[in-house]
C-alpha cells in the first residue's frame, strides 16, 4: 500500500509540476504574443486548450502510474521514467520556446522532437502495461496537432 501511494504521489506530482511550469509559459505569451498571430482556421478557441490539457494530464498521471505499478524489469523501469521525465521536460520547453520567447521555429523544432520522444515512450509502455499505452494514443494525437498548428503559425506569419 505505500509503495502504490508514493507510485500516484510521484506521478502525480511530475505532471502536475509540468502543468503548472507550462500554464506559466503559455500565459505569459497568450495576450501578448498570440493574440497577435495569424492563426490557421483549424484552431480551436482558446478555452478548448485548457480543457483538453487537463484531461491529457489526467490521462498522463495515470498512465504512468500504471507502468509504476506494472514493470518488472529495473532496466524497463529506468527507459520508462527517463522517456516520461524527457517527454515532460519537453512539454516545458516548447510552451517556454512558443509563448514565453516568442520562437516560432525553435518551438516547431522541439515539438517535432516532443513528437518523436512521446513515440518512443509508448513504444516502452506497450510492453510494460498495454492498457498504459492506449491511454497515451490521445496526448500523442493531441502533440501531432500541434505540431500541425506550431508549423502552419510559421507559414502564415513569415
Same mark, same amino acid.
Given at each position: ?59 498522463? +498521471? $495515470? ?7 506494472? %514493470?518488472?524489469?529495473?532496466?524497463? *523501469? @529506468?527507459? !520508462?521514467?527517463? /522517456? ?42 506497450? +510492453? $510494460? ?7 497515451? %494514443?490521445?496526448?500523442?494525437?493531441? *502533440? @501531432?496537432? !500541434?505540431?500541425? /498548428? ?9
Amino acid at each position: 500500500m505505500c509503495c502504490k501511494l508514493s507510485n500516484a504521489l510521484y506521478s502525480f506530482f511530475l505532471v502536475l509540476i509540468t502543468a503548472l511550469v507550462a500554464k506559466y509559459f503559455t500565459a505569459q505569451g497568450m495576450s501578448n504574443f498570440y493574440e497577435t498571430l495569424d492563426i490557421p482556421a483549424t484552431t480551436p478557441e482558446n478555452h478548448y486548450f485548457s480543457y483538453a490539457w487537463r484531461g491529457l494530464y489526467f490521462l498522463l +498521471f $495515470i498512465s504512468f502510474f500504471m507502468i509504476l505499478e506494472s %514493470v518488472k524489469d529495473e532496466e524497463q *523501469l @529506468l527507459d !520508462a521514467k527517463l /522517456l516520461f521525465v524527457c517527454q515532460l521536460f519537453m512539454q516545458i520547453l516548447w510552451t517556454f520556446s512558443f509563448f514565453y520567447m516568442e520562437q516560432l521555429i525553435a518551438s516547431a523544432i522541439v515539438i517535432v522532437l516532443l513528437d518523436i520522444v512521446v513515440a518512443l515512450m509508448m513504444h516502452t509502455f506497450f +510492453f $510494460i502495461n498495454k492498457w498504459a499505452f492506449v491511454l497515451t %494514443v490521445p496526448y500523442l494525437l493531441w *502533440l @501531432l496537432f !500541434a505540431s500541425y /498548428l506550431n508549423i502552419a503559425i510559421i507559414f502564415m506569419n513569415f
